[in-house]
């Protein structure tokens, strides 16, 4: 129980089983080396785990001060890069959510961002960007459900997303190389429409029309300038029960 299975990947055959990084912890594939996997533990601690060969090496220790490092929980990745992650914590100092961000490569931690100060009371999750260039965090605000603030890296406050209610969305990149979340809007003029929207300086494009149900979910891990959805639960539109491509122009 609880072990991963990886298959070839030309010929989808499966190869072996693995129980996870030492220390455990969440762990995602590394985009760019072969065999590599970027694993956080709940210490604090950030290495790089060889699934062939089963080793761990730590890129960055174990810290004091804060408790319960998460990835996310469970929805944030690493940038497209393998360099930065945000690790969602709980501050010992006064119990507050916070998201550290973490250089691997560079082997430091940079800016804390207090997410309960932000007024975030319940997080869905937090994560570096496609591009590494931003933190995003997305959950209840202001006692608002399905709220979105960006920071830039360095934690500077750049976006409060009240409007676009997004659901089920991921961060990437588009054409031009700006950085986007991109998914599906939940409610208001743009419901069950896809778009992207800037991390910048929040400017949306609606990428569709009205193609989705209520019941998606997005993700933007492929090629830049495409993101990837499915539609449940709408009997009688074109795209029921498919995956398809979405271009971010």
Not at 159 to 175: A, E, K, M, T
Request: hydrophobic share 35%; no cysteine.
């Amino acid at each position: 129980p609880g072990a991963a299975l990886f298959l070839d990947g030309t010929t989808y055959q499966p190869l072996f089983s693995r129980g996870g990084p030492s220390g455990g912890g969440e762990w995602r594939l590394h985009p760019t080396l072969p065999d590599i996997a970027v694993y956080l533990n709940s210490s604090g601690a950030v290495g790089h785990w060889n699934v062939r060969t089963n080793t761990s090496t730590v890129k960055v220790p174990a810290v004091s001060g804060y408790t319960a490092n998460e990835l996310g929980p469970y929805e944030g990745n690493i940038s497209r890069d393998g360099r930065y992650l945000a690790a969602k914590a709980v501050r010992s100092s006064d119990g507050h959510v916070v998201a550290r961000v973490i250089d691997i490569d560079g082997g430091t931690t940079g800016a804390v961002i207090d997410l309960t100060g932000a007024g975030i009371s319940s997080l869905d999750w937090v994560s570096i960007s496609a591009g590494g260039g931003y933190v995003v965090a997305f959950g209840t605000m202001d006692g608002v459900s399905q709220r979105t603030r960006v920071w830039r890296r360095d934690g500077t406050a750049v976006g409060y997303w009240q409007d676009y209610i997004l659901g089920h969305y991921d961060l990437g990149l588009d054409q031009s190389g700006n950085e986007v979340a991109f998914g599906g809007v939940a409610s208001g003029t743009a419901a069950r429409r896809y778009i992207a929207r800037r991390l910048d300086n929040g400017a949306v494009t609606t990428l569709t029309g009205t193609v989705t149900s209520y019941n998606w979910h997005a993700g933007d891990r492929g090629p830049n300038g495409w993101g990837f959805a499915s539609t449940n639960d709408d009997t009688g539109a074109a795209l029921q029960g498919e995956i398809y491509g979405i271009k971010l122009d």
